[in-house]
């Protein structure tokens, strides 16, 4: 069976006879890239493959949570070829991590479990606050608030916010407290703890680009959002608080 049966329809200037094929390769590369960004013959994979590596262009099979991708270059862009619904589409790499939802992006590059990592080895945490809720925290600990920093983290829900910086927090409060998570680990309290929402997106973007040979690539958030901030979904008791300023 030919492959691409309507290839030479659609680019009669490159099928002439008596033409040595290495001496149309790279214009004909270069129409097959043309086809791919306007979606032309795309149908099956083998026959991705074969044009891949009949008209040597270099490319990358990457296998991303079991789904299969390919990854190439026209010499100015990174383009990535995906399947969906049993096709495959092509697109500009970079655009293409733009465009996934958190749910789409899942379905190629797992999550690191921030929970179990930060439990693993705990770090010292911060928590800001003011100088007229002193007395309560000393007396109660710290509740979870239904406060969020930005619209990014809109539905976090009631939660304490914390940072592993001390100078983070000093910075936007007046009184800062020490949380030591290491009692908390042997006395074993250990509420749920993530970071960030859009920081986590940004974080599975950039692992997803990694993964593609993008190592230029850089997902960008909201102002006022940091990579240092834990979120303990759980209060935290008095007696693990130190107050340090």
Do not use: C
């Not at 270069?30 to 490319?59: A, C, M, P, R, T």
């Not at 495959?88 to 996934?100: D, T």
């Amino acid at each position: 069976m030919e492959l691409f049966p309507n290839f030479k329809s659609k680019f009669p200037h490159l099928i002439k006879e008596n033409i040595d094929i290495k001496d149309i390769e790279e214009e004909l590369a270069q129409s097959f890239i043309n086809g791919l960004k306007n979606n032309i013959d795309v149908i099956y994979e083998n026959e991705l493959i074969y044009f891949f590596k009949k008209f040597n262009i270099h490319y990358e099979k990457i296998n991303l949570n079991n789904q299969t991708v390919y990854s190439f270059n026209d010499g100015k862009t990174n383009y990535i070829v995906f399947s969906n619904n049993s096709n495959l589409e092509l697109k500009n790499a970079e655009q293409w991590i733009y465009s996934l939802s958190d749910d789409e992006i899942e379905n190629y590059i797992t999550p690191r479990d921030r929970n179990e990592e930060f439990w693993n080895s705990p770090e010292t945490v911060y928590h800001g606050t003011y100088e007229e809720n002193v007395d309560n925290i000393l007396k109660e600990g710290l509740n979870p608030a239904d406060e969020t920093r930005g619209l990014g983290n809109r539905g976090t829900g009631k939660a304490v916010f914390t940072s592993n910086s001390p100078e983070t927090a000093k910075y936007y409060y007046d009184i800062v407290f020490e949380i030591n998570t290491m009692a908390m680990k042997n006395d074993g309290y250990m509420p749920f703890v993530d970071i960030e929402g859009p920081v986590k997106e940004a974080e599975l973007k950039e692992a997803l680009a990694y993964k593609l040979g993008l190592e230029d690539f850089y997902a960008e958030y909201e102002q006022g959002l940091d990579p240092g901030t834990y979120i303990f979904f759980g209060p935290i008791p008095a007696k693990y608080l130190k107050r340090i300023n």
